[in-house]
T-cell receptor, first 112, second 112 residues
Framework: ETGVTQSPTHLIKTRGQQVTLRCSSQ?????VSWYQQALGQGPQFIFQ???????GRGNFPPRFSGLQFPNYSSELNVNALELDDSALYLC???????????FGQGTRLTVV | GESVGLHLPTLSVQEGDNSIINCAYS??????FIWYKQESGKGPQFIID?????DKRQGQRVTVLLNKTVKHLSLQIAATQPGDSAVYFC???????????FGRGTSLIVHP
């Protein structure tokens, strides 16, 4: 196990709703990255947080937003859910600029 | 645009054989490469990495080869075991970035 935990593990939401996913980073890690992984695809980078500040963003619309807390845990918020938002959402933590990131098990989001 | 991709979506091997998983990248600015293993229901797990100033790196039963001339990366797994069955992703970082870009993935199936 990596020490990165995500909650919930599974979630079903209705189109148009809002969702919040949570991630606890590995002890000592101050950087959290979020990825969206569609079925049969590789993870796509959403954004990264370093010491509570956004530190890079992928090609996702503004309805995808995030937070990082003083204890370095993080939230991913998605507003106005669309069917195509159905995916596995992965959180990865690392220490600053360290290149090895440790992934959680992911949250499986289904939008109906 | 620039992308990272894999040649084979599925690779089937017999237990004990050696496996080779290939990856092509197109971004000439890529200088750091990572192989991840993702088992069903889990997040990606770091296997091995290599920087662009190297052409070969070995780990336990795994070897990564980098050919910068043709922008090709491979992962060799020696004496493949049933526990190696998973989806394998290559990911690349460009210079100065700590955000890996993932390819689509190759499914490795090991038959006992």
């Amino acid at each position: 196990e990596t020490g990165v935990t995500q909650s919930p593990t599974h979630l079903i939401k209705t189109r148009g709703q809002q969702v919040t996913l949570r991630c606890s980073s590995q002890s000592g890690h101050n950087t959290v990255s979020w990825y969206q992984q569609a079925l049969g695809q590789g993870p796509q980078f959403i954004f990264q947080y370093y010491r509570e500040e956004e530190n890079g963003r992928g090609n996702f619309p503004p309805r995808f937003s995030g937070l990082q807390f003083p204890n370095y845990s993080s939230e991913l918020n998605v507003n106005a859910l669309e069917l195509d938002d159905s995916a596995l959402y992965l959180c990865a933590s690392s220490l600053g600029g360290a290149t090895e990131a440790f992934f959680g098990q992911g949250t499986r989001l289904t939008v109906v | 645009g620039e992308s990272v991709g894999l040649h084979l979506p599925t690779l089937s091997v017999q237990e004990g054989d050696n496996s080779i998983i290939n990856c092509a990248y197109s971004n000439s600015a890529s200088d750091y490469f990572i192989w991840y293993k993702q088992e069903s229901g889990k997040g990606p797990q770091f296997i091995i990495d290599i920087r662009s100033n190297m052409d070969k790196r070995q780990g336990q039963r795994v070897t990564v080869l980098l050919n910068k001339t043709v922008k090709h990366l491979s992962l060799q797994i020696a004496a493949t075991q049933p526990g190696d069955s998973a989806v394998y992703f290559c990911a690349e970082n460009t210079r100065g970035s700590y955000i890996p870009t993932f390819g689509r993935g190759t499914s490795l199936i090991v038959h006992p």
